[in-house]
């Protein structure tokens, strides 16, 4: 009966051989999915790799800064690589026609923008081109490639009138002119009974103190355009 046994084991450890054959072959099938479904988690949380080309002006030292715009865009899960061209050069002029910049400065971002869910959000508040290039240019003051001039500098002067001491302060209206997306690229407070607010006020046609006198380049200011009339 001896052979009996050992057939029976024979058997048993085949049954026990084959499931184990069968569980391997299961679980090495299952490699390759677990392996893509880890590669696409870490794709998914993998920072994306940018390029950014940051044109500025480089005589306009009163034009807007792109810096603001760069701050926020290193903020999101990205790896920068940044190169700054100069728009007044024969490079920048090479750069801008390509890409068909209407002024600067301006940051043109193309790579891996369509990496992350946060990353495409926050480049949709930017123009886009079909390529999945996008493009940031700076509120004025900036240099118009046009007319080849630096548009929205301008001056504001708080005429104010120190004998009135319950007068409105005038000079809060340089916070009202910031919120509205004016950038005074030069401002100063001159009182009524100066020289120059005489002259001022003579020139101006003044009829009522405090006031505050804008001139320049104010056209390219939407939002200081649509309040204005109401003023």
């Not at 500025?56 to 790896?79: H, M, N, W, Y």
């Not at 003051?141 to 005038?170: M, N, Q, W």
Request: some cysteine; proline content about 4%; aromatic content about 6%.
């Amino acid at each position: 009966m001896k052979w009996l046994s050992n057939l029976i084991l024979v058997v048993v450890l085949g049954g026990l051989i084959v499931l184990a054959g069968a569980r391997l072959t299961t679980l090495l099938s299952n490699v390759p999915v677990a392996v893509a479904r880890v590669s696409t988690q870490q794709e998914a949380v993998r920072p994306a790799r940018l390029d950014v080309v940051v044109v500025s002006e480089g005589i306009c030292t009163t034009c807007t800064s792109p810096q603001l715009f760069l701050d926020a865009l290193q903020k999101q899960r990205v790896v920068l690589s940044i190169k700054q061209v100069d728009g007044t050069t024969e490079e920048g002029k090479r750069f801008i026609a390509q890409q068909k910049l209407e002024r600067f400065p301006a940051v043109v971002v193309s790579g891996e923008t369509s990496q992350g869910s946060e990353l495409k959000q926050f480049l949709t508040q930017i123009n886009s081109r079909d390529d999945g290039t996008f493009t940031y240019a700076v509120p004025a003051p900036y240099h118009e490639i046009a007319s080849d001039k630096v548009r929205g500098l301008f001056r504001a002067t708080y005429l104010t009138s120190p004998s009135c001491s319950t007068c409105y302060d005038v000079t809060r209206n340089a916070g009202a002119l910031k919120n509205l997306g004016v950038n005074v690229t030069e401002d100063k407070v001159v009182t009524a009974e100066s020289t120059e607010g005489k002259t001022l006020i003579q020139e101006y046609k003044v009829r009522y103190l405090p006031t505050v006198i804008l001139v320049g380049d104010l056209e390219v200011y939407p939002a200081f355009q649509n309040v204005w009339p109401q003023v």
